[in-house]
């Protein structure tokens, strides 16, 4: 039987730690179910939001538990199953498929730098023995990169391989990999990782995407994707640049992935302290941000806003808009998507 592709906005969810930097699992618990009751369309533990490197394996292993038990099939689960080497992912592959999760996410081979045949190679042998279906993650400033004519090779001799998940906002790669694979693999998902790009990445083609911020908005980032779908231009694009602004401050403020910690504790979330150690200056910039944080999440109506206010939002100029709208739906009826 045929399991339904994945579609819509998949939460790359920040692991709650107690003070002991152990997994909180009762606050993990309430976090899926705020999640889930926030309109979230699945869940992706161990991403790099989600700080998988900085687990042990079994823990790995651990938190898709948890999150299986408690999601309790409302949503579907793409798991991160990302590996040291194929042996060890295989392992994890028949691992979650047996708690039940509809796919996994497997990055392309990091540390060591590998050829286009390597990358190639590297997931034909994944995905030759792997129980579950897997989704291909191109994150090119972390890992060898998965070019165009690999994923087209993986989606044409692989039947396991249904989708592709790619953080490096490039729309044209992401539009180049769409016309390679569509034709022959209509069923094939193409998701985004990249919050930024949302909206236009959808018009072009995408099915929906793994985006950090659904993890703290993810109200926005399901709006986000109605609008987009229903083609209420206006409103999406409107909304795609209030979300860029709390993007940026949460990805470039600090280091990645703190910023995103730092924001969902406004949210109410007990997150903890994440496992990387800070200095005191890494501490101290991450304090100076969250009353920038909490004004960008007042501004939605999401937390009440800092002790001493919050200054004047930029406004959004409608020309700029205008045009980024006009230039997409230009090239959405070069593509022949549109009338």
């Known amino acids: ?189 193409f998701l985004t990782g990249w919050d930024a790009a949302l909206v236009p990445m959808i018009l072009m083609g995408c099915d929906g995407g793994t985006n950090a911020t659904s993890g703290v908005v993810p109200e926005i980032t399901r709006k986000l994707y109605d609008l987009t779908i229903a083609r209420k231009l206006d409103e999406a694009v409107d909304l795609q640049y209030r979300l860029l602004r709390l993007f940026d401050a949460m990805i470039y403020s600090c280091e990645f992935p703190e910023g995103f910690r730092a924001a969902l504790q406004l949210r109410g979330i007990r997150t903890g302290r994440g496992r990387q150690p800070q200095a005191p200056s890494q501490q101290l910039q991450l304090e100076r941000i969250r009353d920038q944080l909490q004004c960008l999440l007042a501004a939605e109506g999401f937390t009440d806003e800092p002790v001493a206010g919050c200054p004047a939002g930029q406004p959004v100029d409608p020309e700029q808009v205008a045009t980024i709208v006009r230039s997409v739906l230009e090239e959405l009826r070069r593509q022949g998507v549109t009338d």
């Not at 949503?75 to 042996?87: D, Q, S, Y």
């Not at 060898?144 to 249904?162: F, K, N, Y």
């Open 1 to 189: 039987m045929s399991q339904p592709r994945l579609q819509g906005i998949f939460t790359p969810n920040i692991v709650p730690l107690d003070r002991h930097g152990e997994i909180d699992e009762a606050e993990l618990r309430r976090y899926v179910d705020w999640l889930i009751a926030r309109g979230v369309h699945g869940l992706y533990p161990n991403g790099s939001t989600g700080e998988f490197t900085r687990f042990t394996s079994s823990e790995r292993r651990r938190i898709i538990e948890i999150i299986a038990d408690q999601t309790a099939g409302r949503v579907p689960i793409l798991a991160g199953a990302a590996e040291a080497n194929t042996r060890e992912t295989i392992a994890a592959c028949e691992y979650y498929e047996r708690l039940g999760v509809r796919a996994v996410a497997i990055v392309a081979p990091f540390y060591y730098k590998l050829s286009s045949a390597g990358v190639y190679a590297y997931f034909k042998e994944i995905a030759d023995h792997s129980p579950i279906d897997i989704t291909l993650y191109n994150i090119p400033m972390f890992a060898s990169p998965i070019d165009v004519d690999t994923v087209r090779r993986l989606a044409d001799e692989c039947e396991r391989v249904v989708a592709i998940k790619d953080s490096s906002g490039d729309l044209p790669h992401m539009m180049r990999m769409i016309a390679a694979v569509r034709p022959s693999r209509p069923e094939f998902s």
